[in-house]
């Protein structure tokens, strides 16, 4: 990894409101989704509007992809917002989770990942991120959960640009994520395949820590780091 990230040893750190600890063993589930991204310009797009984790409704979300020779970006759009809700003080990798954000995990191979980029970005386009080693693949309680934090997300080539639209009740993030994190080098994107997953928090004022949580691919638990339920994805 790169110097700007630091490497914390949290083993069997407390799970964030967005995600308790799963049991050791996942329950069924249904076959996860799948995606053929293209490269830029165009695009990839998937909506959900499930909840986690009775997918029950919940409010329409939108995400597209694509790639170039360096990058992978990604779109979120996050529709039917009533809170826009953020903390204003919190600063890059602070708890922004707590709060409402759009969030993607990303993996290039076609496995279960014990490790993963997770990404997430807040309606006033504050950010968190940081490899995660889940080596249970359902954050299983008691088991070692990681995080090594990115410090440097401008040097090593993150970027993220979030919009307000109030009136439609709309916002939007784009972000851009190197390629080179994933071992693919410039250029050679095109045929390899990924695991990610993609969700939303949702919270207010009124409710505030209580969340809704909403996902491409569900988990059958109030627990995003479940990584059998990520999908596949092929970059074409």
Not at 186 to 212: C, D, K, L, V
Request: charged content about 15%.
């Amino acid at each position: 990894m790169s110097s700007t990230v630091i490497i914390g040893l949290l083993a069997a750190i407390a799970a964030p409101v967005f995600g308790r600890p799963g049991t050791q063993q996942v329950a069924a589930y249904d076959a996860v989704p799948s995606l053929s991204v293209p490269a830029c310009p165009q695009l990839g797009s998937i909506k959900y509007s499930q909840s986690v984790p009775d997918k029950s409704p919940f409010p329409e979300t939108q995400v597209d992809l694509c790639y170039d020779d360096t990058s992978l970006k990604i779109d979120f759009t996050a529709y039917d917002e009533q809170y826009f809700y953020f903390n204003s003080s919190h600063q890059m990798n602070d708890p922004i989770y707590e709060y409402e954000v759009m969030e993607c995990f990303v993996y290039r191979g076609t496995e279960d990942p014990q490790t993963y980029l997770e990404f997430e970005v807040s309606p006033n386009n504050v950010t968190w991120h940081a490899f995660i080693y889940n080596p249970s693949k359902v954050r299983a309680s008691g088991a070692v959960f990681d995080r090594f934090f990115i410090t440097d997300p401008a040097l090593d080539g993150i970027s993220a640009a979030t919009t307000l639209d109030k009136t439609n009740k709309i916002w939007k993030s784009s972000i851009s994520l190197p390629l080179g994190f994933f071992n693919v080098d410039n250029g050679a994107a095109n045929g390899t395949q990924w695991r990610m997953n993609f969700f939303r928090t949702i919270t207010s004022p009124e409710i505030f820590p209580n969340q809704t949580l909403g996902a491409w691919s569900p988990p059958d638990q109030a627990n995003f780091h479940m990584s059998p339920f990520f999908g596949h994805i092929q970059f074409v």
